[in-house]
């Protein structure tokens, strides 16, 4: 029998009956030659992913809070930045 899946809003996948799944994870990837250390990625970020260091250079410190939202990417002047799913483990069985 299989198992019917939703997608959630938020990115999440719940089964036929609501039950909620694993939360997705997301891969971020700063092209440090592209960056100029504006910081607009860490001011965007409502997850509070990123830190700054003492130049302004965004350090990914909280990377399993990232929700895909996307717009620190939308928002990166440089297109320095970009957040990728991370692709599901396929199910044992
Ligand atoms: S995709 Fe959204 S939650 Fe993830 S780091 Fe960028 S702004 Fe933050
Ligand atoms: S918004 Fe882009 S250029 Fe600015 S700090 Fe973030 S990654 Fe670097």
């Given at each position: 029998?299989?198992?019917?899946?939703?997608?959630?809003?938020?990115g999440?996948?719940?089964?036929?009956?609501?039950?909620?799944?694993?939360?997705?994870?997301f891969?971020?990837?700063?092209?440090?030659?592209?960056?100029?250390?504006?910081?607009?990625?860490?001011?965007?970020?409502?997850?509070?992913?990123?830190?700054?260091?003492?130049?302004?250079?965004?350090?990914?410190?909280?990377?399993?809070?990232?929700n895909g939202?996307?717009?620190?990417?939308?928002?990166?002047?440089?297109?320095?930045?970009?957040?990728?799913?991370?692709?599901?483990?396929?199910?044992?069985?």
């Open positions: 029998m299989t198992t019917r899946k939703e997608v959630k809003r938020d999440g996948v719940a089964d036929s009956r609501g039950r909620a799944g694993k939360k997705p994870s891969d971020i990837s700063i092209f440090r030659s592209w960056c100029k250390d504006c910081g607009i990625c860490a001011e965007f970020c409502k997850k509070n992913v990123f830190d700054q260091d003492v130049l302004g250079s965004p350090l990914i410190t909280r990377p399993d809070d990232c939202c996307q717009e620190c990417v939308l928002h990166c002047p440089d297109f320095a930045i970009q957040v990728a799913r991370r692709p599901a483990k396929p199910e044992k069985g």
